[in-house]
């Protein structure tokens, strides 16, 4: 009855019965969010209570629904006039909003349009602090934006302190002309100046990040934890998931695994509960790396697979990592389809982002070469890339590991200086990280065809978390004994080495080390386990991808049309996930994934 009287009064008078209904909420002392709806539809243009109440609405709401809170401060822009001085932050927060929620186009859209009507510096140089994103842009097209805000006279210290910020954290990304130290001591100083929350931050991460890539790896992961803690003092903003993803990375590269995986929940969970995408795909990145880095490769591939696939211009980091995680899943199961798609991607990238792009894309077409013993042409792509450099993902030792043998194998000195130097890298900290001190004797090992220190390094690796780079080491130390007719030993290892492949499902790896064994007269025949009926380790690849988009809450509809399928298919996967799962709906989902705690 309450609503049909409403409805038959005139639209002029229901709006101003509403709009007096929220300010006399509001001065009750309701929250701006319990008065949001009513006021996004009841307020007139110029309403300062209602612009200010549904600004306040946004920031609360944004806590848990991204995309609802990015219509509440669109709302608030439509009633806001074009030369009122709140124009320009109510703007810059309504495109962080909606990239938050990975609706990039009407972000760009909207910043685009706002961009041609700026009135003035301020606007311009705030509304350009949220256009790029990490998850959407090459760094590229993100150290441009805030080179042009820069450029810009007459804007205030804060806003130029947190432009020097993300400066210093892009070129850390790009740096193709040696500027990212000095950027980021410049970030530092205007950060010091303003106490700025988030340029302190991101001048502070970047630093860190620059100290890692020249193998202060432990100093890094100390000042990043402290980032972290500093960052949890105030409300959560891109600078913050930053600082959390970059010590979920080092505590992968270092071989804290258990406290990465804690971390990835963590990040995961905020995500969840605060709906916000461009978050939630940043830490499926994060989870398939530190899978990978486990040797879970089934989880790394599902981890991977629910992100969307590369662009085909301007790749950001984040796009050429996906790429490299799903190369080495294929390579090490022998997946040949995958991984001729991620050699495509990879060809794709490169050259069109920035030198991280082009580095972890060589590596990429390196290690499908090396697949397919073609070692010239691994030689080639490995040529000019950095094998330790910044940033550091945990990819970073295997690659070493694959940079000496591309270098033994093809005799080549300039690569084998580079590895070398890798290596003095690794060691670089009193007292060396043992995980780093395994890898460096593994790869000089490779290089000198030292036996007893390739046994050595796979010792160090057997008690350390990561198994691929200890069947690795194993298996190289079995392959050099066999050549100094140390049979006996030689055996030990590579049968070390076959089952530790094994048992991680990396096929193709125990099958080149089954070659090496029966050349030396030992059989071993690779038996696939049957998979399980029920619970997570019965589901397949697909169904895996389909699960994880769903209970990141993207419907059916978007991820048929993400996935390339139809929607029937996506359907089917469901209902078979859910059954093999025993559950019947996406709420319980949810409370089954990793971090729903």
Same mark, same amino acid.
């Given at each position: 009855m309450r609503e049909a009287t409403r409805q038959s009064l005139p639209q002029s008078l229901r709006r101003a019965m509403e709009r007096q209904s929220a300010s006399i909420m509001l001065s009750m002392g309701a929250a701006p969010a319990e008065v949001a709806t009513q006021l996004a539809r009841s307020a007139e243009p110029g309403d300062r209570e209602a612009i200010d109440a549904l600004r306040q609405a946004a920031q609360s709401v944004g806590r848990a629904d991204a995309s609802a809170a990015a219509e509440l401060s669109r709302r608030a822009l439509e009633l806001l006039a074009a030369d009122d001085a709140d124009r320009g932050p109510l703007m810059a927060e309504t495109v962080g909003l909606l990239n938050r929620a990975s609706r990039y186009e009407e972000a760009e859209e909207l910043a685009v +349009? +706002?961009? &041609? @009507? @700026? +009135?003035?510096?301020? !606007?311009? +140089?705030?509304?350009? *602090?949220?256009? =790029?994103?990490l998850t959407k842009h090459s760094a590229h097209?993100? @150290?441009?934006?805030?080179?042009? =805000?820069? !450029? *810009?006279?007459?804007? &205030?210290? @804060?806003?130029?302190a947190r432009h020097l910020g993300w400066l210093a954290y892009n070129l850390a990304m790009q740096d193709q002309f040696g500027e990212r130290r000095a950027a980021a001591n410049e970030a530092a100083a205007a950060a010091a100046s303003t106490g700025d929350l988030e340029a302190t931050i991101l001048a502070n991460l970047t630093l860190a990040v620059l100290d890692s890539g020249e193998g202060y790896v432990g100093r890094s992961v100390r000042r990043i934890e402290e980032l972290c803690v500093l960052a949890h003092t105030s409300d959560a903003t891109a600078a913050h998931d930053l600082a959390a993803l970059h010590y979920a990375m080092l505590l992968g590269v270092v071989g804290r695994l258990d406290d990465a995986v804690a971390q990835v929940a963590d990040g995961t969970a905020q995500g969840r509960r605060e709906r916000n995408a461009m978050a939630l795909d940043m830490w499926s990145t994060m989870d398939g790396c530190v899978h990978l880095a486990a040797g879970r490769l089934s989880a790394a591939r599902a981890a991977t697979e629910s992100l969307a696939p590369p662009q085909q211009t301007g790749v950001s980091e984040q796009d050429v990592v996906r790429t490299a995680i799903l190369a080495e899943v294929a390579a090490r199961t022998d997946d040949r389809t995958l991984l001729q798609r991620m050699v495509n991607d990879a060809r794709d990238a490169y050259s069109t982002g920035s030198s991280v792009v082009d580095r972890e894309a060589a590596h990429v077409l390196a290690l499908a070469a090396w697949q397919r013993d073609d070692v010239q042409d691994a030689m080639r792509w490995l040529g000019g890339t950095t094998l330790f450099g910044t940033p550091l993902w945990s990819q970073v030792l295997d690659q070493v590991i694959l940079g000496a043998r591309v270098a033994s194998a093809a005799g080549d000195a300039g690569l084998r200086a580079r590895v070398l130097q890798a290596t003095d890298l690794l060691g670089r900290e009193d007292p060396a990280i043992p995980l780093f001190a395994g890898v460096a004797g593994h790869a000089r090992g490779i290089l000198e065809g030292d036996a007893q220190a390739l046994v050595a390094a796979a010792d160090v690796l057997q008690s350390s978390s990561r198994p691929l780079l200890y069947a690795a080491a194993a298996e190289d130390a079995g392959g050099e004994l066999a050549r100094t007719d140390r049979r006996d030993e030689a055996i030990d290892q590579l049968n070390a080495a076959f089952d530790t492949y094994l048992r991680h499902e990396a096929l193709a790896d125990a099958r080149r080390v089954g070659r090496e064994l029966r050349r030396l007269g030992v059989q071993r025949r690779i038996v696939s386990q049957p998979r399980a009926k029920t619970g997570w380790d019965s589901l397949t690849d697909s169904e895996l991808t389909v699960v994880n988009l769903i209970a990141a809450g993207v419907t059916n509809r978007d991820v048929a049309t993400q996935l390339h399928l139809s929607l029937h298919t996506v359907k089917n996967h469901v209902h078979n996930a859910f059954t093999k799962l025993g559950i019947n709906s996406r709420a319980q989902l949810t409370q089954l994934m990793p971090g729903s705690d």
């Amino acid at each position: 009855m309450r609503e049909a009287t409403r409805q038959s009064l005139p639209q002029s008078l229901r709006r101003a019965m509403e709009r007096q209904s929220a300010s006399i909420m509001l001065s009750m002392g309701a929250a701006p969010a319990e008065v949001a709806t009513q006021l996004a539809r009841s307020a007139e243009p110029g309403d300062r209570e209602a612009i200010d109440a549904l600004r306040q609405a946004a920031q609360s709401v944004g806590r848990a629904d991204a995309s609802a809170a990015a219509e509440l401060s669109r709302r608030a822009l439509e009633l806001l006039a074009a030369d009122d001085a709140d124009r320009g932050p109510l703007m810059a927060e309504t495109v962080g909003l909606l990239n938050r929620a990975s609706r990039y186009e009407e972000a760009e859209e909207l910043a685009v +349009a +706002a961009l &041609s @009507v @700026v +009135a003035s510096p301020e !606007q311009e +140089a705030e509304i350009r *602090l949220r256009l =790029a994103t990490l998850t959407k842009h090459s760094a590229h097209r993100r @150290v441009e934006e805030n080179r042009r =805000a820069l !450029q *810009l006279g007459d804007i &205030s210290e @804060v806003t130029r302190a947190r432009h020097l910020g993300w400066l210093a954290y892009n070129l850390a990304m790009q740096d193709q002309f040696g500027e990212r130290r000095a950027a980021a001591n410049e970030a530092a100083a205007a950060a010091a100046s303003t106490g700025d929350l988030e340029a302190t931050i991101l001048a502070n991460l970047t630093l860190a990040v620059l100290d890692s890539g020249e193998g202060y790896v432990g100093r890094s992961v100390r000042r990043i934890e402290e980032l972290c803690v500093l960052a949890h003092t105030s409300d959560a903003t891109a600078a913050h998931d930053l600082a959390a993803l970059h010590y979920a990375m080092l505590l992968g590269v270092v071989g804290r695994l258990d406290d990465a995986v804690a971390q990835v929940a963590d990040g995961t969970a905020q995500g969840r509960r605060e709906r916000n995408a461009m978050a939630l795909d940043m830490w499926s990145t994060m989870d398939g790396c530190v899978h990978l880095a486990a040797g879970r490769l089934s989880a790394a591939r599902a981890a991977t697979e629910s992100l969307a696939p590369p662009q085909q211009t301007g790749v950001s980091e984040q796009d050429v990592v996906r790429t490299a995680i799903l190369a080495e899943v294929a390579a090490r199961t022998d997946d040949r389809t995958l991984l001729q798609r991620m050699v495509n991607d990879a060809r794709d990238a490169y050259s069109t982002g920035s030198s991280v792009v082009d580095r972890e894309a060589a590596h990429v077409l390196a290690l499908a070469a090396w697949q397919r013993d073609d070692v010239q042409d691994a030689m080639r792509w490995l040529g000019g890339t950095t094998l330790f450099g910044t940033p550091l993902w945990s990819q970073v030792l295997d690659q070493v590991i694959l940079g000496a043998r591309v270098a033994s194998a093809a005799g080549d000195a300039g690569l084998r200086a580079r590895v070398l130097q890798a290596t003095d890298l690794l060691g670089r900290e009193d007292p060396a990280i043992p995980l780093f001190a395994g890898v460096a004797g593994h790869a000089r090992g490779i290089l000198e065809g030292d036996a007893q220190a390739l046994v050595a390094a796979a010792d160090v690796l057997q008690s350390s978390s990561r198994p691929l780079l200890y069947a690795a080491a194993a298996e190289d130390a079995g392959g050099e004994l066999a050549r100094t007719d140390r049979r006996d030993e030689a055996i030990d290892q590579l049968n070390a080495a076959f089952d530790t492949y094994l048992r991680h499902e990396a096929l193709a790896d125990a099958r080149r080390v089954g070659r090496e064994l029966r050349r030396l007269g030992v059989q071993r025949r690779i038996v696939s386990q049957p998979r399980a009926k029920t619970g997570w380790d019965s589901l397949t690849d697909s169904e895996l991808t389909v699960v994880n988009l769903i209970a990141a809450g993207v419907t059916n509809r978007d991820v048929a049309t993400q996935l390339h399928l139809s929607l029937h298919t996506v359907k089917n996967h469901v209902h078979n996930a859910f059954t093999k799962l025993g559950i019947n709906s996406r709420a319980q989902l949810t409370q089954l994934m990793p971090g729903s705690d």
